[in-house]
C-alpha cells in the first residue's frame, strides 16, 4: 500500500523560501497524480498544486501560482514543492496526496486515496 511522508517544513520569514518534500514507499508514484493541499487554522482546506506522474497534467492555484513550483524526482520516488516568495497568509499545515486521476482545477479531495500526515510551514516575522 502507498505511504506518503510529508516533510520540510519549518518556521521561515516573509520572501523566504522552503522546499517540501512527499516521499512515498510500498509503490511507485508512476501512475498517480501528487496534490499539495493546506489548511490552516479555522480555514478549509485547499488544493494548491497537482503533478500527474504519467499524463504529465498539472494546476497551480491562483494563490500559489508563480510563487510556487511542483516536481517530481523519479529515483526517489518523491515530489517536491518548491515555495519561493512566503507570505505571513501561506501558514498552514501542508498535506500532500496520491490519486489516480488527472489534475485540473478540482481539487477535491475524492480524487485522491492515500494523504501523508502533514507539515507545519509557518511564515513571520
Known amino acids: 500500500q502507498l505511504q506518503l511522508v510529508e516533510s520540510g517544513g519549518g518556521l521561515v520569514q516573509p520572501g523566504g523560501s522552503l522546499r517540501l518534500s512527499c516521499a512515498a514507499s510500498?509503490?511507485?508514484?508512476?501512475?498517480?497524480?501528487i496534490g499539495w493541499f493546506r489548511q490552516a487554522p479555522g480555514k478549509e482546506r485547499e488544493g494548491i498544486s497537482c503533478?500527474?506522474?504519467?499524463?504529465?497534467?498539472?494546476y497551480y492555484a491562483d494563490s500559489v501560482k508563480g510563487r510556487f513550483t511542483i516536481s517530481r524526482d523519479n529515483a526517489e520516488n518523491t515530489v517536491y514543492l518548491q515555495m519561493n516568495n512566503l507570505k505571513p497568509e501561506d501558514t498552514a499545515v501542508y498535506y500532500c496526496?496520491?490519486?489516480?486521476?488527472?489534475?485540473?482545477?478540482?481539487?477535491?479531495?475524492?480524487?485522491?486515496?492515500?494523504w501523508g500526515q502533514g507539515t507545519q510551514v509557518t511564515v513571520s516575522s
Open positions: 510500498g509503490s511507485t508514484l508512476d501512475f498517480y497524480a
Open positions: 503533478l500527474h506522474s504519467s499524463d504529465g497534467s498539472f
Open positions: 496526496a496520491a490519486g489516480p486521476y488527472y489534475c485540473s482545477d478540482d481539487t477535491g479531495a475524492y480524487k485522491y486515496d492515500y
